[in-house]
């Protein structure tokens, strides 16, 4: 090729001249090539920064999305916060009213045991001293039974001049007992019977206060079964909310590690433009050089002087 290039054009021999238009012929094609090149890169780099701008739209719109989703995240956990307050506030009532039955059933208990005992005393001792059917030599029995009538007779509040006007009636024998000491005894029987009709009473409207207290502690037991539920159902509204934001934000932040990727793309498809463009020029500058010396003809005679 130096050898050909190196003769004037119209000097070369048909070998010379073939071998010209053999490396005309792959100039010709190589610059093709590296034109291709040249395209192609340019066509990636169009390609990609409509692939960015596309990435650009999906990440606004799934910021967009991530936000709303995030807004009902909170807003399911402030729900939850709620339910999960009313719940507590629901288990503290159901504690209060469960105390307060506690409170209403002691109450009772003591009730009828002070009814049982009153009337266990009336019984034991006023019906024996009433009747006088302790024997003489059991007096220490019968002033112990006066006692414990005199003590019944306080309990069911009646006069302290009944109690004493008892104590003396008591202790004589019925058959001498006089006009007072009925009239007395009377009393002392009026007295009994009126302190069981009312703590009977009494016994029959805590009664029927403990059976409310029981409805209210059904009702308070009914209302903390529903604010469970419900916070059970609100806790996983809350998870299903926050799920759906935990995949809206992975969705966005792939999609922004997808822009900065492109970046690191866009970078590379600029090197290799640039490295086509260079390659191109050069080729171009290799073939000027080359066009030129193949059409080179020789340089006319100089007259000698």
Same mark, same amino acid.
């Given at each position: 090729?130096?050898?050909?290039? &190196?003769?004037?054009k119209?000097?070369?021999?048909?070998? @010379?001249?073939?071998?010209?238009? +053999?490396?005309?012929?792959?100039?010709? /094609?190589?610059?093709?090539?590296?034109?291709?090149?040249?395209?192609?890169?340019?066509?990636?780099?169009? %390609?990609?920064?409509?692939?960015?701008?596309?990435? $650009?739209?999906?990440?606004?719109?799934?910021?967009?999305?991530?936000?709303?989703?995030? &807004?009902?995240?909170?807003?399911? $956990?402030?729900?939850? &916060?709620?339910?999960?307050?009313?719940l507590?506030?629901?288990?503290? /009532?159901? $504690?209060?009213?469960?105390?307060?039955?506690?409170? *209403?059933? @002691?109450?009772?208990?003591?009730? +009828?045991?002070?009814?049982?005992?009153?009337?266990?005393?009336?019984?034991?001792?006023?019906?024996p001293?009433?009747?006088?059917?302790?024997?003489?030599?059991?007096?220490?029995?019968?002033?112990?039974?006066?006692?414990?009538?005199?003590?019944?007779l306080? +309990?069911?509040?009646?006069?302290?001049?009944? #109690?004493?006007?008892? %104590?003396?009636?008591?202790?004589?024998?019925?058959?001498?007992?006089?006009a007072?000491?009925?009239?007395? *005894?009377?009393?002392?029987?009026k007295?009994?019977?009126?302190?069981?009709?009312?703590?009977?009473?009494?016994?029959?409207?805590?009664?029927?206060?403990? !059976?409310?207290?029981?409805?209210?502690?059904?009702?308070?037991?009914?209302?903390?079964? =529903?604010?469970?539920?419900?916070?059970?159902?609100?806790?996983?509204?809350?998870?299903?909310?926050?799920?759906?934001? $935990? =995949?809206?934000?992975?969705?966005?932040? =792939?999609?922004?590690?997808?822009?900065?990727?492109?970046?690191?793309? +866009?970078?590379?498809?600029?090197?290799?433009?640039? /490295?086509?463009? #260079?390659?191109?020029s050069?080729?171009? &500058?290799?073939?000027?050089?080359?066009?030129?010396?193949?059409?080179? !003809?020789?340089?006319?005679?100089?007259?000698?002087?």
């Open positions: 090729m130096p050898h050909a290039l &190196g003769t004037a119209s000097d070369r021999h048909v070998f @010379q001249s073939r071998m010209v238009d +053999a490396l005309a012929d792959l100039v010709c /094609k190589t610059e093709a090539v590296r034109n291709e090149d040249v395209a192609q890169s340019e066509a990636s780099i169009s %390609q990609h920064r409509a692939e960015q701008e596309t990435a $650009c739209t999906r990440l606004e719109a799934a910021r967009e999305v991530e936000m709303k989703l995030e &807004g009902e995240k909170q807003a399911a $956990c402030v729900a939850q &916060g709620e339910a999960e307050a009313s507590k506030q629901a288990e503290d /009532k159901l $504690c209060q009213e469960k105390t307060t039955k506690h409170q *209403l059933e @002691q109450h009772s208990k003591t009730l +009828a045991e002070a009814r049982a005992h009153f009337e266990a005393e009336i019984a034991e001792a006023w019906v001293t009433r009747d006088g059917t302790f024997s003489p030599k059991d007096w220490r029995s019968r002033q112990r039974a006066i006692t414990r009538v005199v003590a019944c306080n +309990a069911a509040h009646a006069p302290e001049s009944l #109690g004493v006007a008892a %104590q003396g009636v008591l202790k004589e024998k019925p058959e001498v007992r006089g007072f000491g009925l009239v007395a *005894l009377e009393h002392c029987e007295a009994f019977a009126h302190f069981l009709h009312s703590s009977q009473a009494e016994i029959d409207e805590q009664n029927r206060t403990d !059976e409310n207290q029981a409805l209210a502690v059904a009702a308070a037991s009914q209302v903390v079964a =529903d604010d469970r539920a419900k916070s059970e159902a609100q806790a996983d509204l809350q998870i299903a909310a926050e799920n759906r934001w $935990c =995949d809206a934000a992975s969705e966005s932040g =792939d999609i922004a590690e997808e822009i900065n990727q492109a970046t690191v793309v +866009a970078e590379k498809l600029a090197l290799k433009l640039q /490295k086509a463009q #260079g390659a191109l050069e080729l171009q &500058g290799l073939s000027a050089t080359f066009l030129a010396m193949r059409d080179a !003809e020789p340089a006319s005679a100089t007259p000698v002087p």
